[in-house]
């Protein structure tokens, strides 16, 4: 029976299937999206895993940091990425305060993400947060963690600052990934760490390990779609590549669209009824 001629339907992204591409050595590629149709575009591309960051604060609400963003902003975007979707699995970030304050806060959080259509949830921290990843694991909501730079703890990290450097900040990073796949993490994000701790990480766990900053060793890669497009330049940090310029491309039509009010030029016959 040969291909030809034959509908090839993608699968849905399911955490065993992760499992499964980092035991074939197969990169997992996963990116943030915050709403319907950027949740569809990533999604049609082909994306893996599609995580409502947090960072949406950042990229989409013009903060300075994740601090601020609430459960309820969290909520309603992750609804939007989730009603887009078809294939990646979605991923809801916890924020600040959502699960820091109990297991019980924790718990009832997490399950909202869920009850939103997500499929899994982030949290930043390692060892500190072990003993929720395994409540959380315990009552089947699946944990990916978040380790190295941890963007909602800025003010102990005293800024964005790399992680990791160092023997003892790598012992460190390495007992945090070895406790939170310990704890249940189905898999961790290892954030602004130097690449050979994120090689030595990977190489040690056998859940996939997503990097952002953190060098080319890691089991899949994550970015912000916002940095990717070109859609964010209050600042751009070393590790983004920039595939698009939809920022520039963008200002370019609005002000053509501008020029053609102003000039008559549309509406033309063309976009008008008879
Ligand atoms: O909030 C976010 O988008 C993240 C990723 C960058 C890992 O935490």
Redesign the pocket.
Known sequence: MGGEGRIRYMMPVTIPELYRKKAAGERIAML?AYDFPFAQMADEAGIDVI?V???LGVVVQGLDN?LPVSMEEMLYHTRMVARAVKNALVIG?MPFLSYQTSVRDGIMNAGLFLKAGASAV?LEGGSSVCGLIEALSRSDIPVMA?IGLT?QSIHRMGGFKVQGKGDAAVEKLMADARAVQDAGAFAV?I?GVPRQAAKLVTAELSIPTIG?GAGPDCDGQ?L?MHDLLGMFDRFVPKFVKRYANIKADAVKAITKYKKEVQSGKFPSDKESFH
Do not use: Y
Request: charged share 25%; net charge negative.
């Open positions: 943030t995580l960051g947090d960072s994740t970030d982030k978040h963007p994000v954030e952002i994550v912000v």
